[in-house]
């Protein structure tokens, strides 16, 4: 192989190169983003859950309360 020949092969393993890094740093970017998003889906996940719950824990006592009301006025007879 002549001296041109290394040169150009060479050239080629450095853009090689400078393209895999490119890659690794993209790969690298959206590990990042796919983090960031897990987590703000993770924190929609709990609040929706908790929301959830409070949501329960008011039908309950709605409910207990409609009960109560309900004994209170079945002594009124129409």
Do not use: H
């Not at 983003?33 to 409070?54: G, I, M």
Request: a negative charge; zero cysteines; glycine letters at 2%.
């Amino acid at each position: 192989m002549n001296m041109e020949g290394l040169k150009t092969s060479e050239q080629e393993l450095v853009e090689a190169r400078d393209n895999m890094l490119n890659i690794i740093e993209n790969l690298s970017a959206l590990s990042e983003e796919n983090a960031a998003s897990s987590e703000e889906l993770a924190a929609t996940v709990q609040e929706q859950t908790a929301s959830a719950e409070e949501i329960a824990s008011s039908s309950q006592f709605l409910s207990e309360t409609a009960q109560k009301l309900t004994e209170m006025i079945s002594i009124f007879k129409i």
